[in-house]
Every structure is written in structure tokens, then in C-alpha cells.
């Protein structure tokens, strides 16, 4: 009988997976009408920068100039800077599923996820992410961004793991599709319960074994 490859990398998304998203369409109508800012002309001077934004090309400043502050406001950089990183909140569970895999089956994990590197390094920092993430191949980082099948190849490069021996799990069905066209074995997140199953399937019990 053949023997299955062991797993010995976990590949994670962290909006939608170990967090909210960070900054997406709902959180900025959320700050559009907080903040009082025309959503239409908002919506349309984001979808212009956010790619160069996400791939570490624009600065947190320069976007902020690009999309709200092209003009004079009765509110600071920091309110609004503050109001977007609260928008993050976290998914405790999650976060200790993997935390907990990582120690009991020596895994390596990395974040492979789109993020600018603002939001991306007060999530690390604010939800303690490093203590169980071993790299982050964020896109502001490597200046490539997901659906480039690419970042999936520096994350293995990265990783040095053979892509059969990788999981990744993302919440967005394309990204699944692009890794699973690598050799890369992926989960796609809709929800704790169906995620740890399937994590079992693949021979990554939790620190109980069970299902919680």
C-alpha cells in the first residue's frame, strides 16, 4: 500500500482565515460614511492605487493622499489611520488551531497573503501572528500579489518544501484553484469545523485529536 506524504508546511491567507480582512469594500463604506467622504469618488480613487498600494509601491502616505486627503478634511491622518486598523479583528480559534498544529506536528508555516504594509505589519504585531508564523510572503514584501501564480512558487522556494507536502488554506475559491494547479493540496475556509476535518484528512490532528 502506498504510504501518504506527510505534511510539513501549512501555506495560510490571513483575511478571511486568521482575521477579518484588513481593508476591504465593506470596511471602507464603513469609513466613507463615518469619516462623511463621498463613497462613489472614494470607491473609484481606491480601485485606481490599491494594487500598487498592496504590492509595497505606494506608500502608506501616498495612498492616504491619493484617497482621502487629496483634499482639505475635518479629520486627521491618525483618526482615519486609527479607524482603518480597527476594522481588524481577529479569529481566536483559528489562531490557536494552527498555533497548536504548528508544536504538535513540527510544522513550518507561512502567510502568503495581500496586504499594504501598514495594515500587514499592525496585524503581525497586534494579534502576535509571528509567534507562530515562521515567514510572511506578503505581497508588500515581494512586490507580487495574489492571483500571481508566482507568489505561490517564492512561498515554496521560501518554505524549501516540495508542494506535495504543503496544505494551504485561503477563503477565495480562484486562489485554491491557482495553488491546487501547483501540487499545492488546499483547503478552501468556509468555517472551523469543515476546516479542521479536512485538516484530519490530510493527518494534522489538533492538540485533542477531536474536532472542538
Request: positive net charge; contains cysteine; proline residues 4%.
Amino acid at each position: 500500500m502506498k504510504r501518504a506524504i506527510p505534511i510539513t508546511t501549512l501555506l495560510l491567507d490571513v483575511g478571511g482565515v486568521l482575521l477579518t480582512n484588513g481593508w476591504d469594500h465593506h470596511a471602507r463604506r464603513r469609513a466613507a460614511k463615518y469619516f462623511k467622504l463621498p463613497w462613489a469618488e472614494m470607491k473609484d480613487r481606491h480601485s485606481l492605487v490599491f494594487e500598487t498600494h498592496e504590492e509595497g509601491k505606494l506608500t502608506f502616505e501616498e495612498y492616504l493622499d491619493r484617497v482621502v486627503f487629496y483634499e482639505k478634511r475635518p479629520f486627521t491622518r491618525t483618526q482615519f489611520r486609527d479607524f482603518m486598523f480597527a476594522q481588524s479583528k481577529p479569529y481566536p480559534r483559528m489562531i490557536n488551531l494552527f498555533a497548536q498544529l504548528k508544536v504538535r506536528h513540527g510544522l513550518k508555516i507561512a502567510v502568503v497573503s495581500n496586504e499594504s504594509r501598514a495594515v500587514n505589519a499592525y496585524r503581525i504585531r497586534k494579534f502576535k501572528l509571528d509567534r507562530f508564523v515562521d515567514t510572511f510572503i506578503s505581497s508588500c514584501f515581494v512586490h507580487i500579489r495574489k492571483p500571481d501564480a508566482d507568489i505561490f512558487r517564492l512561498a515554496l522556494d521560501i518554505a524549501q518544501a516540495p508542494a506535495q507536502q504543503v496544505v494551504y488554506i485561503e477563503n477565495t475559491p480562484m486562489f485554491v484553484q491557482i495553488a491546487q494547479g501547483l501540487g499545492i493540496r488546499s483547503i478552501l475556509h468556509t468555517d472551523y469545523k469543515s476546516t479542521c476535518a479536512k485538516l484530519i484528512s490530510f493527518g494534522l490532528q489538533n492538540d485533542v485529536g477531536v474536532i472542538l
